[in-house]
């Protein structure tokens, strides 16, 4: 069974510094997707970057980037210049494509404070 | 375009009651979920369904029903409400089951149960 890991309950990062957001994940499929998303204190979820299995580069997105180490099975996300409003929960998820439906299973998450 | 919408937004239940969950999307999508979400657990898939007509159980289903009669809903139902589910549930839609495809989620609603 997949299943995805957040060890940081909780992080602190200055206005302006980079931060990393660690994700573990676990399956045995070859081929699966990896998704961040955002939940602000508002509630909604908001989709930030997305990892193929295949992909050979790291993803970007603005300041956004998804440190991919495949081997390692980790798929840390990287916020550069952080803002004020990158206060936040963050979720790790993945998606499997082999006849699962292409259910998302999502990590604990880690709320990120970001401050002045 | 709305995207996924959800009705309604709150609703406080006393245990024994019943009542549904609306959801709704405008993107033509095949598939639908419905998940909840506990403080410290993240968010855990309930049904989902992959076309019209279909659904299936996921990773905590019991306790609730739910049915797409039509493409664009998705309904979710408690029959007896209980405090263990008290939680917010949000709803989302993906165009295919590939995996690159992100899944759309609705603004949730919060359920209490007393």
């Known amino acids: 069974a997949q299943k995805i890991t957040q060890t940081q309950p909780g992080m602190f990062v200055q206005e302006k510094e980079a931060v990393t957001l660690d994700c573990t994940y676990d399956?045995?499929?070859?081929?699966?997707?990896l998704f961040w998303y955002k939940q602000p204190s508002s509630g909604e979820m908001i989709f930030l970057i997305y990892?193929?299995?295949?992909?050979?580069q790291n993803a970007t997105e603005g300041r956004y980037s998804l440190n991919f180490q495949k081997a390692r099975k980790s798929a840390n996300l990287v916020i550069s210049a952080s803002q004020l409003g990158d206060s936040a929960m963050y979720f790790c998820?993945?998606?499997?494509?082999?006849?699962?439906?292409?259910?998302?299973?999502f990590g604990t998450g880690t709320r990120l404070q970001v401050t002045l | 375009n709305a995207g996924v919408t959800q009705t309604p937004k709150f609703r406080v239940l006393k245990t024994g009651q019943s009542m549904t969950l609306l959801c709704a999307q405008d993107?033509?999508?095949?598939?639908m979920y419905w998940y909840r979400q506990d403080p410290g657990m993240g968010l855990r898939l309930i049904h989902y369904?992959?076309?019209?007509?279909?659904?299936a159980k996921g990773e905590v289903p019991d306790g609730y029903n739910v049915s797409r009669l039509k493409k664009q809903n998705f309904l979710l139902g408690l029959e007896s409400a209980a405090p263990s589910q008290t939680s917010v549930y949000f709803c989302?839609?993906?165009?295919?089951?590939?995996?690159?495809?992100?899944?759309?989620f609705g603004p949730g609603t919060r359920l209490t149960v007393t």
């Open positions: 989302a839609s993906s165009l295919t089951q590939d995996s690159s495809y992100e899944q759309y």
């Open positions: 399956t045995s499929d070859p081929s699966y997707g």
């Open positions: 990892q193929g299995s295949y992909d050979q």
């Open positions: 998820a993945m998606r499997q494509s082999t006849g699962t439906a292409s259910k998302l299973t």
């Open positions: 993107m033509n999508h095949e598939y």
């Open positions: 369904s992959v076309g019209e007509g279909t659904t």
